[in-house]
């Protein structure tokens, strides 16, 4: 059981273009959540889903798209990168419905640096 | 606002014990999770606490008081494989989490 697998590891993209982060659960997991780490900021939430068929906004979700066709894959899209989205992005999936006490299980990551 | 705030580092001795806080201002609460994060890696779930008081697990311990906004992760008997960032996050209203930017320990030999 590989739990959560994201690709690609580290990307190195030219701004403008459109690039898509895979993540894969194989866990059953309801939810599953794409966060962007920055140094010195906390995890930022960029876009959720609670379960298959639906997603939502986070804190942070401009230049950024998602969907949610079925409970395994959440793929991230950024459709114009720009320099400001270079980041380490984290997915993470959680049992239950994303309520109290749903602890959310992280994917390795994927690095990406937008030049 | 919501805020969650945490030292940046703080530096330990191996074997001794460290205690690491975490203040928290928040839209409503429905709990709070430590996690672990080394270096380059993924964060890896510590602990949740939704009600006042101590909730133990092995060497690590984490507290919470809900009416002063605050917590603390307790490590004891430290070892050189504890040296990581830990994260503090709390469950607002949203059932979002809202995460500290991290505290840095340092074990030292």
């Known amino acids: 059981i590989a739990g959560i697998t994201q690709a690609p590891t580290s990307q190195i993209l030219a701004a403008g273009r459109r690039m898509t982060l895979r993540c894969t659960q194989d866990?059953?997991?309801?939810?599953m959540y794409w966060y962007r780490q920055d140094l010195g900021l906390g995890l930022r939430l960029i876009h959720y889903?609670?379960?298959?068929?639906?997603?939502g906004k986070g804190e942070v979700p401009d230049g950024y798209s998602v969907s949610r066709a079925n409970t395994d894959d959440f793929p991230l899209t950024l459709a114009s990168a720009v320099p400001s989205q270079t980041s380490v992005y984290f997915c993470?999936?959680?049992?239950?419905?994303?309520?109290?006490?749903?602890?959310?299980?992280f994917g390795p990551g994927t690095r990406l640096t937008v030049l | 606002g919501q805020n969650i705030d945490q030292p940046t580092e703080m530096t330990a001795t191996e074997g001794a014990i460290v205690q690491i806080n975490c203040t928290y201002q928040?839209?409503?609460?429905?709990?709070l999770f430590w996690y672990q994060q080394h270096a380059g890696e993924a964060p890896t779930f510590l602990s949740y606490n939704v009600l006042d008081g101590l909730e133990e697990k092995g060497r690590f311990s984490s507290f919470l008081s809900r009416s002063k906004g605050y917590s603390y992760l307790l490590l004891k008997e430290l070892q050189m494989k504890d040296s990581a960032s830990y994260l503090c996050?709390?469950?607002?209203?949203?059932?979002?989490?809202?995460w500290g930017a991290g505290t840095k320990l340092i074990i030292k030999p």
């Open positions: 993470a999936s959680s049992v239950g419905l994303g309520g109290p006490t749903d602890t959310q299980y």
């Open positions: 889903s609670n379960t298959a068929g639906t997603t």
């Open positions: 866990m059953r997991h309801n939810a």
């Open positions: 996050a709390v469950m607002d209203s949203n059932y979002q989490l809202i």
């Open positions: 928040t839209s409503g609460f429905n709990g």
